[in-house]
């Protein structure tokens, strides 16, 4: 069976109505074209694109933007060669590129939340799913096994952590992206009463400032941060799979990028 891109996005945002204002949109390319094969990744940098053009794909999909803003505005920098050398790569290889954020997130539960568990192997610990966070109730373990664990899993070489290493987790919270700031994640400390939150990030004076002074209380709270690609990049491993099932006869690929930042 012939599949163009337009059935593959229909298929992609089929679970969710229709949204109103979205940065979902096809990127380059024509809806129209039939789809010889597929690749998600969490961003198309320089290197992920070639890797999708070397494999022989002619539909990305990308969970963030490709010209360093969310909202993928370049009018500030139309005329820089580092954006105008990506735009030539793109439009050389004519590869059709799609952003999928919004209606990923919106799946119930969240794709990209789900993606992180699965890679985590915790899902049958998964107690209650938010919008923008689960509710995971583990086999209790200190905080620093639980470090350990997820970096493992992840195959992240750090994270940064707030709070007692010795610390026994239980209760924990997931979220992902920049979901880590106050509003998201300081009432599931109160209202879940979890132990420790696991996110991508957040502002550096919000959650991270609330955990310290509840450790300066006695209380006992912690918290991971695995950087924003770190936690949601299995989301987009994770679509990959559905992808491949809905379109059997299709080659689906998932392009890992190494982390932009190195610790010396």
């Known amino acids: 069976m012939k599949v163009t891109i337009q059935n593959v996005l229909d298929k992609l945002m089929e679970p969710v109505p229709e949204l109103a204002r979205t940065v979902d949109i096809l990127l380059t390319g024509n809806k129209e074209t039939l789809v010889k094969g597929i690749a998600t990744t969490f961003l198309a940098t320089h290197d992920v694109i070639q890797q999708a053009i070397d494999l022989g794909v002619n539909l990305l999909i990308t969970h963030e933007g490709l010209y360093y803003s969310h909202l993928d505005r370049t009018g500030k920098w139309t005329s ?12 050389q290889s004519e590869i059709a590129i799609f952003r999928f954020h919004d209606y990923i997130h919106m799946y119930e539960p969240d794709g990209i939340t789900s993606g992180l568990i699965q890679r985590l192997n915790w899902e049958t610990y998964i107690e209650k799913d938010y919008k923008a966070a689960s509710i995971l109730a583990l086999p209790k373990m200190p905080l620093k096994e639980i470090v350990s664990y997820v970096k ?26 920049y979901r880590g700031g106050n509003e998201n994640s300081i009432p599931l400390f109160h209202q879940d009463k979890i132990d420790l939150l696991i996110s991508g990030e957040g502002p550096e004076w919000e959650t991270p400032e609330y955990v310290r002074d509840a450790v300066q209380q006695g209380l006992k709270k912690a918290l991971i941060f695995l950087g924003h690609a770190e936690s949601e990049k299995a ?3 994770y679509i990959a799979q559905k992808i491949q099932t809905l379109f059997p006869s299709i080659p689906v690929h998932f392009i890992e ?3 932009v930042f190195e610790i010396l």
Do not use: H, N, T
């Open 80 to 91: 820089d060669p580092v954006f105008l050398e990506k735009k030539r790569l793109i439009e």
């Open 152 to 177: 493992d899993k992840l195959q992240i070489p750090y994270v940064r952590v707030a709070g007692d290493l010795s610390l026994g987790c239980k209760r924990v919270g997931i979220s992902v992206g």
């Open 235 to 237: 989301g987009m491993e």
């Open 257 to 259: 990028e190494k982390p």
